[in-house]
């Protein structure tokens, strides 16, 4: 089924690719798809973008029913390419459930977006590290103050041209480990990419930032001694010749760039670890010198070098990575595989 496109009458003007950073700029149109009782979703459409009128006793205002997705289109030799949308829209059926959302049908919100990025195509960027910022979104919208699975959604999925995390080599990250606050906690809903997780760690990461620190670390909930993750971004460790990083057990987004990362790693033979680690470990490989690198993996910015975790009275301080390092390694490799620079044996990108 063609899905309907409703132009705008007023395109915006483009901003200049200098000015881009991340998030701050949308395109013309947006995807919108609706869900009722005994409707199902339906009436998908693109129409302008634009403000949405929300009933004041929606649901996901009050009881947070609200979930969303981030990956990215970039522009390639062979046309627009999606990265990994099949795992991003998985995951976002995944999400849906966790938070008694019905789950979109995937053929159809990928179908959406593609009509979407093919609408607003002259807003990709072209300029090393750009690319399309795609945010789908899922929220409660019915007028009802009862606390249960609402029983009207709306999904939006909209578009915003962005530009790579860093201008220039990456520089590395401090980091602040978090030991009193919590994330998310075992049971919980830190494995969905629920807007209630990003509420969670604002004030832990305010606090950092008022330390000097980029970003947060956080520990697993119950003990605050296993590695969780890193902000908006997955943990790894290289310790004496081995990649870590922390098991998948509910309470961590399970990355898409985490699991591009391990079939990379996988691929060159690396051994690599899923596990829990302890905060201890960390500072016990730094201390024997085995400690090598620490980085962080997200859509945003595929690999970001990790050059110093701290907590009270403890700093681990990591030289910057060299072209050679295992992180550095795998932002080529993958940023080149997502421009077309590198063959993509695994099937990840998918055309528009
Ligand atoms: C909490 C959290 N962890 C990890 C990630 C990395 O996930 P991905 O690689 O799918 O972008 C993200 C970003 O989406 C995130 O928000």
């Given amino acids: ?49 634009g403000p949405i009128s929300l009933d004041p006793a929606a649901s996901a205002l009050h009881y947070g029913q609200a979930i969303f997705e981030g990956l990215k289109a970039f522009r390639h030799p062979g046309g627009m390419r999606l990265f990994r949308p099949g795992a991003h829209l998985a995951r976002l059926t995944r999400s849906a459930e966790r938070l008694c959302i019905p789950p979109v049908d995937e053929a159809l919100l990928l179908d959406g977006v593609k009509t979407l990025l093919r609408t607003d195509a002259d807003w990709l960027p072209g300029g090393p590290g750009t ?24 999904l939006l999925a909209f578009l915003s041209p962005v530009a790579g995390y860093f201008s220039g080599p990456p520089r590395p990250l401090r980091i602040w480990v978090e030991r009193e606050r919590a994330r998310a906690a075992r049971g919980g809903i830190g494995g969905a990419k629920a807007a209630a997780n990003y509420v969670a760690s604002l004030l832990a990461a ?21 590695l969780e993750e890193i902000g908006t971004m997955n943990v790894f ?33 690396v051994p690599v670890e899923e596990r829990r680690i302890e905060l201890d470990e960390l500072a016990t490989a730094h201390r024997a010198g085995r400690l090598a690198e620490v980085f962080g993996t997200g859509t945003a910015s595929v690999v970001a070098p990790i050059g110093e975790v701290a907590w009270p009275g403890e700093a681990l301080r990591l030289a910057a990575p060299g072209a050679e390092s295992l992180g550095e390694r795998l932002r080529a490799e993958i940023s080149g595989i997502q421009r077309g620079e590198r063959p993509d044996r695994l099937g990840w990108l998918e055309p528009v």
């Fill in 206 to 226: 305010e606090e950092a930032k008022a330390r000097g620190f980029d970003q947060v670390l956080w520990l697993d909930g119950a003990e605050h001694r296993d």
């Fill in 237 to 269: 460790a290289a310790i004496g010749g081995t990649v870590v990083t922390p098991s998948l057990e509910g309470t961590i987004l399970a990355g898409v760039t985490r699991d591009s990362v391990l079939q990379v790693l996988r691929g060159w033979g």
């Fill in 1 to 49: 089924m063609a899905i309907p496109v409703e132009r705008t009458r007023s395109p915006k003007a483009r901003p200049a690719e200098a000015e881009l950073g991340f998030g701050k700029y949308f395109t013309d149109h947006m995807f919108r798809v609706d869900w009722a009782e005994g409707r199902g979703w339906h009436a998908p459409r693109v129409v302008p973008y």
């Fill in 131 to 154: 690319s399309l910022y795609v945010r789908p979104v899922v929220f409660a919208t019915e007028a009802f103050l009862g606390v249960r699975p609402a029983k009207a959604y709306t």
